[in-house]
């Protein structure tokens, strides 16, 4: 069994206060095998909110994997936004923009979606997708194969203004062969649970997860929250938790079962605290 840690769009520099504390302090109980910070880490990439979020994520468990979103590209430095587009984050967070975690039981693999030509979209290269492919391809121990991205590959029904990272029906093909099981994203602000079966590639349904943002005052009309990922051999489970303001913490809201290969391909509801089959 691992658990990982999912929080996105943090957007330093416009952040709702009250719920720093019992972010860092629920993560630390529930002492996660991975935490995974998925893209908007700032708001407007300045160098105080770099210097913020740096500061935040010291204080969350090791090991992590952080990938930088939109709004983490200088968007009025006209400069810094087409010659350094990451410099601050390379500076502050990593130099590594599509690291990967792999152990013998999860293989969770990242690729930067930011661009310096796109306001709000993002898209993914040939190369990074092959990069990806081309690890899930060279694993040997049945891994649970996870992909992380800033901008999503899917989109609730009815959603404007928003669109799925660019190149992604050249990607989901190549995915689909390499035995991808689930997708990671941020971006909507929004919990959301997709499906690759938008594709219409046969056998191919695997989740696509949407984080809303964990921390910050934009958001679009639903709590700030996080997920949490359980995956054990005959599945995997997300929960996520939801800020309540009354109560001052992040608490269980709703998880969903999603059977690895071999299984039925529906995600499976349940309210919280109620027990999963196969835990």
């Known amino acids: 069994m691992r658990t990982i840690v999912q929080i996105s769009d943090l957007h330093f520099g416009t952040i709702l206060e009250p719920t720093i504390e019992p972010l860092v302090e629920t993560i630390r109980r529930i002492q996660p095998d991975l935490v995974v910070t998925s893209g908007d880490l700032t708001q407007r990439a300045r160098r105080v909110q770099y210097a913020d979020a740096r500061a935040f994520?010291?204080?969350?468990?090791?090991?992590?994997?952080?990938?930088?979103?939109?709004?983490?590209?200088?968007?009025?430095?006209?400069?810094?936004?087409?010659?350094?587009?990451?410099?601050?984050?390379?500076?502050?967070?990593?130099?590594?923009?599509?690291?990967?975690?792999?152990?013998?039981?999860?293989?969770?693999?990242?690729?930067?979606?930011?661009?310096?030509?796109?306001?709000?979209?993002?898209?993914?290269?040939?190369?990074?997708?092959?990069?990806?492919?081309?690890?899930?391809?060279?694993?040997?121990?049945?891994?649970?194969?996870?992909?992380?991205?800033?901008?999503?590959?899917?989109?609730?029904?009815?959603?404007?203004?928003?669109?799925?990272?660019?190149?992604?029906?050249?990607?989901?093909?190549?995915?689909?062969?390499?035995?991808?099981?689930?997708?990671?994203?941020?971006?909507?602000?929004?919990?959301?649970?997709?499906?690759?079966?938008r594709y219409n590639i046969p056998g191919f349904a695997a989740p696509i997860v949407q984080a809303g943002t964990a921390t910050s005052t934009r958001a679009r009309g639903e709590p700030n929250s996080f997920n949490v990922i359980r995956v054990s051999q005959a599945d995997i489970e997300v929960e996520v938790m939801r800020w309540e303001d009354s109560r001052h913490a992040f608490v269980s809201h709703e998880t969903r079962r999603f059977p690895r290969a071999g299984g039925p391909s529906p995600a499976t509801p349940r309210r919280p605290g109620e027990l999963s089959q196969g835990r």
Request: net charge neutral; glycine share 6%.
């Open 57 to 197: 994520l010291d204080r969350l468990p090791d090991p992590q994997l952080v990938i930088p979103g939109n709004h983490d590209v200088p968007a009025y430095n006209l400069y810094r936004r087409f010659a350094q587009p990451l410099e601050r984050y390379k500076k502050f967070i990593t130099h590594n923009l599509d690291p990967a975690f792999i152990d013998d039981e999860i293989a969770v693999l990242t690729m930067n979606t930011a661009r310096a030509m796109v306001i709000k979209g993002g898209r993914v290269s040939h190369k990074q997708v092959e990069d990806v492919v081309a690890a899930f391809h060279r694993l040997d121990q049945g891994q649970a194969r996870i992909v992380v991205t800033h901008h999503p590959f899917d989109l609730p029904p009815g959603l404007t203004g928003v669109d799925i990272v660019a190149r992604a029906d050249m990607a989901m093909p190549r995915f689909a062969q390499a035995g991808v099981e689930m997708f990671l994203a941020g971006h909507l602000h929004l919990v959301y649970f997709g499906s690759t079966s």
